[in-house]
């Protein structure tokens, strides 16, 4: 395999997990620094991936510790690990935060299905809360609208690593700050 078989396909599968929930890429795990400086990792959905810009997009609560951490350090790694493939993919970046009332907001907000709206319309993530089952009027989706975000991650390097039963293969790529490929060589994994 030749290193310029691997960009292409790793963005073509990040592309295809933004719309595909059984993607093995689906699921992956946001990583930032809280301000006491502690690693945090949290598993996020992919919402959009696009190869040109190098950018990938994911949702949250601006109520979550998350927001207020990505505030005060935007620098971040992506871990992806697809199971199907055995691939991993760890991309190191930037988030920049779109809050409530943002045209970016607005427009991912306007593609969430109405379930999916109701979960920003509960209490603050982290807060306590009791698992009695309670009748409840049902959520208001429209309050959820003011809590929520959208993240966007801009790719500068991407560390491609193949789990083989044997010869494990791990590559290394770096983007300029347009997306485009600046870099690329073979690394031991």
């Known amino acids: 395999m030749k290193l310029s078989d691997i960009d292409a396909p790793a963005w073509t599968e990040l592309e295809r997990a933004a719309v595909n929930p059984q993607s093995g890429f689906r699921y992956v795990n946001l990583c ?7 690693p945090q990792a949290r598993t996020v959905v992919l919402r959009t991936a696009d190869r040109a810009t190098r950018s990938l997009e ?16 935007p620098q971040v790694t992506v871990l992806c690990f697809s199971p199907i493939g055995r691939l991993q993919l760890r991309l190191r970046g930037t988030i920049e935060r779109h809050g409530p009332e943002s045209e970016r907001a607005d427009t991912a907000w306007n593609r969430l299905p109405s379930r999916t709206r109701v979960t920003y319309a509960g209490g603050p993530p982290g807060d ?5 089952i309670v ?7 429209t ?32 983007y300029d700050e347009t997306g485009s490929l600046s870099s690329c060589r073979w690394i031991n994994p």
């Open 32 to 38: 930032s620094v809280d301000p006491q400086g502690r």
């Open 58 to 73: 994911f949702h949250t609560d601006t109520r979550s510790p998350k927001w207020r951490e990505l505030l005060a350090n």
């Open 128 to 132: 306590e809360c009791a698992f009695e």
């Open 135 to 141: 009748e409840t009027e049902p959520l208001d989706e």
């Open 143 to 174: 309050k959820g609208k003011a809590r929520f975000g959208v993240l966007s991650f801009r790719a500068r390097t991407l560390d491609w690593f193949e789990l083989r039963q044997q010869d494990n293969r791990r590559a290394l790529f770096g």
